[in-house]
């Protein structure tokens, strides 16, 4: 059974670009959740999905979106990029409603030069 | 709200003996569960333990176990004889389980070192 892929592991980008992450969660897993991880705020919630809605949303500003298609695939966008946004972003997919563990993709790292 | 409070940000033990990891958690909520991940240097947040807040037993899965004490609001993890692959950051991590939501609130985390 295939576990949560997240692509690209590794990007570097510039302020004020933009950047999308993608996440697959393991098959039969409706539910998708983001987290942000940096040195200074540790883990972060960012938001979640669940068929294609987003039911719980962190204290991020507009500029972190996201989606979830039909497939269950997610993806993040962070536009006007600035030098915070550095971080390990980490995907997590849930297959129970309530209880049971999350299961956490290998993380996309992104820096911002 | 929920908070999670991990006070050792590093410990040390030695290969084969027993190590707890502390963990302290606040929550007005009833219904929660309390996680603790692995994260060694690649990032990944390895699944290790789940303690529901109405499970009577401790919760144990090989190697891993969670002291849970309710009434002290504490869920530490006591790995037995490690090994030098636990090297690695331990974060704690608290789901309220009334919802839908699946939102984790993380703790600090604790570095663990193996040595020889």
């Avoid at chain 1, 949560?4 to 933009?18: A, N």
């Avoid at chain 1, 992450?21 to 539910?31: N, V, W």
């Avoid at chain 1, 993040?76 to 915070?84: H, R």
């Avoid at chain 2, 636990?86 to 939102?103: E, I, N, W």
């Amino acid at each position: 059974k295939a576990g949560v892929t997240q692509t690209p592991r590794y990007l570097i980008k510039t302020r004020g670009q933009q950047v999308t992450l993608s996440c697959s969660p393991i098959s039969g897993h409706r539910s998708v959740s983001w987290y942000q991880q940096t040195p200074g705020q540790g883990l972060q919630f960012l938001f979640e999905y669940f068929s294609e809605t987003q039911r719980n949303k962190g204290n991020f500003p507009g500029r972190f979106s996201g989606r979830q298609f039909s497939n269950s695939r997610s993806e993040m966008n962070v536009s006007t990029l600035e030098l915070g946004d550095s971080a390990l972003y980490l995907c997590a997919s849930n297959g129970q409603a309530n209880t049971g563990e999350l299961f956490f993709g290998e993380g996309s790292r992104l820096t911002v030069l | 709200a929920q908070k999670i409070t991990q006070t050792q940000p590093g410990m040390f033990v030695q290969e084969k003996e027993a190590v707890t990891l502390d963990c302290t958690y606040d929550t007005s909520d009833q219904s929660y569960g309390l996680f603790w991940y692995k994260q060694p240097s690649s990032g990944e947040m390895i699944f290790l333990i789940y303690q529901g807040s109405y499970d009577e037993q401790n919760a144990t899965e090989g190697r891993y176990s969670l002291n849970f004490q309710k009434a002290r609001k504490s869920a530490n993890l006591v790995i037995s004889a490690s090994q030098l692959g636990d090297s690695a950051m331990y974060f704690c991590a608290m789901r309220v389980l009334t919802g839908t939501a699946s939102k984790l609130t993380f703790g600090t985390g604790t570095r663990l070192q193996v040595t020889l």
